[in-house]
């Protein structure tokens, strides 16, 4: 007997109706370049045109807006590494919450000006020694302020869900539908809204080959932790899958696409210059697996990517692109 | 007494159609960041993200759709600098037609590589000494084709105003629309449709102030001719309004607007690292004057700019990001 699914369909449309009007919708673009370079037809969800670049505002402010005034009005914690802290920020601003967001010393300086630029204040970890969890759940007990978590938590799943929802909206007829790894929030969140309208899609999921953690716990059956990963792919760099999120990718996934660092960055010159919109590693490694041809659908499938954020520190851009 | 228009809104419609589902309908997209930058709310018509990377596509393959079989099977003739180039040769692959194109040797090598991918055959003129259009007038001689001119011409200009058409689609209420102006062709046919649609609208072109040709014959009250302008704009290195297309300016614009190189480049600039998008100096002129709140219109109005074209060779993006 299996028990009833944990995040259903009817939760991303809630999520939906209460983001209706706040996010943007995001445009779902098609390049000929991408299609001839990949051999399959590419729609590519632009989360990276997002509010605050990233499809992390579609959770936070999900969960924000699910919770009770009482609770908003004491405020909420985060940890994240960049685009989950410019996500709460923005959400909570935008809900008149106040932010405390835990994020590591080494985030890129981008991302860490744009968390406080919208108000959040800022509490650093080292992601190397420090227990960020713990940190945020003794803030969460000192301040009683709401933990908003970055993946493993069905209002955030749900928000992030509202990507695949539009997508899929916009083109219904896909064979398969791709996105990031990291702790897999957003994957769950996609995957239950892909499965449960178009049963025979093949989702499959990207990963850093260092950061395989997922790919890993898939192979086991079980969850698997790694050392923290030196991918370039800041977003995901995650040592385990969550608890919540991974039974729905267990249930849901064909398999994991693991793509290099060069790959990676050879997507993010890619789409700037032939797609001509700016991605951040995190954000390409679905176009670096289709564009490497290491999805398992066969040449000419509809494939929907979502390149899932666009921060990325303007130095770091240019050296990509100067390696063409 | 007026004679009646010489481009209606009708003529557009008709074009939509022809083109419906051979191009893309580009997605509008805002930012916070821009209209922060700029105090208006800005609605930004992507047409970078367009096939072949610029609006052209939608005037030419208009034009070539709009020709008896027998033309299209003599085959095409056009002059550009670049984009327009780019247009023609794909929008011949697309309707089974060869073309031949006239460009200056100076030309982009990524607009003269892409031109001879889509299958057109390349002739060169010198762009400061040779007539193109009299080179391209002895082509359709010598070789019973059909010419494709650039703007001056009533189904390139319908073709274009399918952009304006689309925007106001999506964003019905706009204050006002800002397009590059080079030849006119763009923006005859988008403010034909802007001005019919919503008559209060304030139309604003955009040139580089070296290329000041528009300016200067609005002010003038006739076409006036300046020397081949220097701006890194290469798209509307233009030395005077088209015959057909002045008369539809001098009707519908509010005026044009005069943007420096510097202005340009820092819009670029913007558009990549904020905006997320990547846009050719030409395209971005728009976004400069709105940048540089050099529109006529009050703050907080709402202004559609169309970003005509995402073309930029990656030696000169990263120049121009590194000059941040």
Avoid: W
């Amino acid at each position: 007997m299996t028990a009833p699914p944990a995040l259903t369909l009817d939760d991303v449309h809630a999520a939906a109706r209460r983001l209706l009007g706040h996010i943007h919708r995001t445009p779902v673009i098609s390049s000929q370049s991408v299609d001839d370079a990949s051999g399959y037809r590419v729609f590519l969800k632009c989360e990276s045109l997002q509010r605050a670049g990233s499809f992390k505002i579609r959770g936070a402010l999900n969960k924000l807006l699910s919770l009770t005034p009482a609770e908003r009005a004491r405020g909420v914690v985060a940890y994240s590494s960049g685009n989950h802290a410019q996500g709460v920020a923005l959400a909570a601003r935008m809900t008149g919450t106040s932010a405390i967001i835990c994020m590591p010393r080494d985030a890129p300086a981008l991302k860490l000006e744009a968390t406080r630029n919208y108000g959040a204040e800022v509490v650093f970890y080292d992601r190397q020694t420090d227990d960020r969890a713990a940190l945020a759940a003794r803030l969460v007990k000192e301040t009683g302020r709401v933990l908003v978590p970055p993946y493993d938590d069905y209002a955030i799943m749900a928000g992030q869900g509202t990507a695949a929802l539009e997508l899929l909206q916009d083109v219904p007829s896909l064979d398969a539908l791709v996105t990031p790894v990291g702790g897999g929030g957003l994957m769950a969140g996609c995957s239950t809204v892909a499965k449960a309208l178009v049963p025979g899609l093949t989702v499959v999921g990207v990963e850093a080959d260092t950061a395989n953690d997922t790919a890993l716990s898939l192979a086991r059956g079980e969850r698997v932790s790694i050392p923290p990963p030196p991918t370039i792919a800041d977003g995901i760099r995650v040592t385990s899958p969550g608890v919540l999120t991974f039974p729905i990718l267990q249930r849901h996934l064909a398999g994991i696409a693991l793509v290099t660092d060069e790959e990676i960055t050879g997507a993010v010159r890619f789409l700037a210059l032939r797609a001509r919109v700016v991605v951040e590693p995190t954000g390409a490694v679905g176009a670096a697996a289709a564009l490497a041809g290491k999805l398992p659908v066969p040449r000419g499938a509809r494939v929907g990517v979502v390149l899932s954020g666009g921060n990325i520190a303007p130095d770091l851009l240019v050296r990509i692109l100067q390696a063409a």
